[in-house]
């Protein structure tokens, strides 16, 4: 059986020149597709569009929605893809993504949601302040602000009250976590924890993102953190995912899954080459 795998992109990142670069030195084929140019014809048979696009796709798009359609397109014509387009579904958005880690019992953040600015108010007073509040769909800390008292809330949500993006009306506001300032990336694939590392928020930053330029530090995985990231990847249904924790006073804390995960910084510290390991999964997957 030859493997051919399908990387579907709309940035070429650090990450999936990696990618590309593991697949071939395994032999295999790769078909690369910028997801910005295809044309996609649902009046297609399946057998066509997999001659086209290939029997397994990683899907790597960077725009959470344009990902999402990539992917329910394909799976419409039978293709497998990774990660599914419900996975990406629940982890593009953390509205869904901390009803799914509750539900599966994973320990995350008390959040509140509401659906106007007035109850957002209400919500942030409830929860105490800081409180943090994050818009639903984005990523690398962009829009996700501490809430340090009354006031600035009341500013913030006023701002995004007369704002007009897609889901500014949908307020997602959680407990702040008094955490070290670092937090836990960690990198899953199937049911194996790959990777772990801390990341540090540089000076004068609160968010720990490393898009933000913190630094890098191996963490241990113990079986607490062993726990409740596997908990997490099957919460929100499996795959390549990075399951991000933080530090709480109770333990540690999930907040966040992302379905496209970023590895440049773990790669720095990782025992394991992560590329070669996604790409073993994939070989893996396309054999099932
Ligand atoms: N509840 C919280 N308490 C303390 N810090 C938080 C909390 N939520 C997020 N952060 C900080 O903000 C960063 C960005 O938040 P996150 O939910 O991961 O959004 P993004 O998808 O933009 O990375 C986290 O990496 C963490 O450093
Ligand atoms: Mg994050």
Known sequence: MTIAITLVYDRIRWEEKAISKAVENQGLSIRRIDA????????????????ELGSLVLQRCVSYFRGL??????????IKVINSSEVSRICG?????TLYLEKGGSPTPKTLFTFSGEAAKNA????????????????WGRGVARLNDKESASALIEMREDTNGLFNQIYYI????????RDIRTVVIGDELISANYRYSPQGEWRTNFSKGGRIEYCEITSELQDIVLKASGAVGGGILGVDAMEGPEGLVVHEVNSNVEFRGASQVSNVDIAVKIVDYLVQEAKR
């Open 124 to 139: 942030a007073d409830l929860l105490g302040y800081p409180s943090v509040l994050k818009p639903i769909v984005g990523s």
């Open 69 to 78: 359609h990539v992917a329910s397109f394909l799976e419409a014509k039978g």
């Open 174 to 181: 959680q407990k702040h976590i008094p955490r070290p300032p």
């Open 36 to 51: 910005k140019e295809l044309v996609l014809d649902s009046s297609k048979g399946d057998q066509e569009v997999e001659r």
């Open 93 to 97: 958005n953390k509205f869904l993504t």
